[in-house]
């Protein structure tokens, strides 16, 4: 049973760098596509970017696009979201998953919460203004 653990979550000042991480237990990363999400207060999850397995492709949202980036370490069985540049309105909790590697897909397959089929507990990020 793969499981995810997020960590690195915490309160930072506007313009401030922070690396998130999320390790796996139970299985490697190898075949899965990985996804980083967040949740703000009151609001829906959202896609923040993603990684893919075949090809290595990195898929933003529009909102984080230069300023986050996804990282993998397969020794440590580890993905990492460097976030850079925050923002007050980066405040959320931030959730990793996994969907098992399905070949090429278009941008927009990755954006689906749907298509993720193991989550982490999510840590939490506050940008102070």
């Known amino acids: 049973q793969l499981q995810l653990v997020e960590s690195g979550g915490g309160l930072v000042q506007t313009g401030d760098s922070l690396r998130l991480s999320c390790t796996a237990s139970?299985?490697?990363?190898?075949?899965?596509?990985m996804g980083w999400f967040r949740q703000a207060p009151g609001k829906e999850r959202e896609f923040v970017l993603a990684l893919t397995w075949s090809g290595n492709r990195l898929i933003y949202a529009d909102s984080v696009k230069g300023r986050f980036t996804i990282s993998r370490d397969s020794a440590k069985n580890t993905v990492y979201l460097q976030m850079k540049s925050l923002k007050p309105e980066d405040t959320a909790v931030y959730y990793c998953a996994v969907a098992a590697s399905s070949g090429y897909r278009t941008s927009t397959y990755y954006y689906s919460r749907s298509v993720y089929d193991h989550w982490g507990q999510g840590t939490q990020v506050r940008v102070s203004s």
């Open positions: 139970g299985r490697t990363f190898t075949n899965y596509d």
